[in-house]
């Protein structure tokens, strides 16, 4: 899982900043161009607006209305499969669905879990089967349920992140109650089922002109780890001068959905070196690293393509621009798999047509460090990261700021998935705000 801290680290410092490489400039791609996986299986039943691979084995897609919820999983097994709704990422406490085919015919069951062990049947069955069958290497379900059943073996579905667990086995059950361990074929993913991120900006047509920059892992090897971060740099061509990012998106190497977990592009100064190394965690000093610690683009799985508003663009190239960029992923390889090589990483779409405004970004909250202290057995509390008038004055001066955007990030600690109380950030934001001389707008998205 995630650690609790971790930091890329110039493990060998040789060389000048010159032998990093420059940014590869592309052609603007084809819309949706960013390859998808290739082993998805057989089409889903209908057009469902939302997808997720779980793993490479089992993908996702769903919908929903106001009241109720349809799920289609398409996986990789002729056996047994599990799926559920989880209150923390564990089996304990999950309303979960099992489900196989058999000589053509269709086994499925609403259960609930009380721990690691067969699921019981619920009293009350609140999934409803559409669709079950077997198509080629691949078993289809289709079922649909209420967000809010009432029943309390059920976890009720709602907006934010959910985490879904999921579990398959390439062997039928002999009967109902006689289900075979999944072993290591099992997993749980944090989902934003109702809140997906949305797609209709995809189409905004780009102006002429716009330039592609790549900033992506060089075929990075990367090891039969749980958890691997790398790092690669890159050098910003010569743009001709200041120009605007309006656009970004990631851009994902075809089959690497699940492993790819998160992306962060940060702006480096002074001095860097070194174009690609493993990161690790503070083990030496971090100092070379704090000359990397602007965050322009941090991606996590789910993410898409992110538009800047219409009259609003990210300065790049400018005569003060340090023009240096390191890549930090984040490869989740729970199977521990061997041979991954890997080469995806973000793509930034750039103007010389400059908009009305710059962007910044305004990095708030906590930083997760040996003072950052949980206090020993509290069950919560309140960790708070506070923007003092006079700092922010000192930064921005009177200038009046504008936010069109929040992206929420936290880091949990001991490999327990976490279960941060993250909504009320931008509310408190706009108390911490209002007292600016400029009240800003803030509009959450
Ligand atoms: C919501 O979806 C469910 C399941 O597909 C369907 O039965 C129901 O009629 C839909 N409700 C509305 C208001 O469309
Ligand atoms: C990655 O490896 C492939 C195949 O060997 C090669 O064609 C490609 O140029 C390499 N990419 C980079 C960025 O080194």
Redesign the pocket.
Known sequence: MVPLVFFCLFAIATGEANSIPYAQIRSVPQQGSTPTNTNTGPVPSESFPFQDHLNDDFTLYWNFNSTHITFEMVVKTNGWVGFGISPKGAMKSSDVIIGWVKDGRVHFADRHAEGQFLPAVDSSQDWTLVMGQEIGQYTVFKVTRLLETCDDQDVSIKPGTTRVIYAYSNTDPLSDDAIRYHGNTRGTKSVLLLDPPTSEQHTDALPSGVKVLEF?N??TSVPADDTTYHCTMWRLPDMGGKNHMIRYEPVIQAGHETLVHHMVLYYCSGTVREGSFPASSYKTSPQQVYNCYNVLIAWAIGGKIFNFPKHVGYPVGGADDPGIFMLETHYDNPRMRSGY?D?SGMRMYLTSQLRQHDAGILLIGVNVDEYHIIPPYEKSFLSQGICAEPCLAKGLGDQEIHAYHFSLITYTGSGRPGNPCLPFLPHNLHRVWATRKSMPTISPS
């Open positions: 992506t060089r075929n090589v080469s």
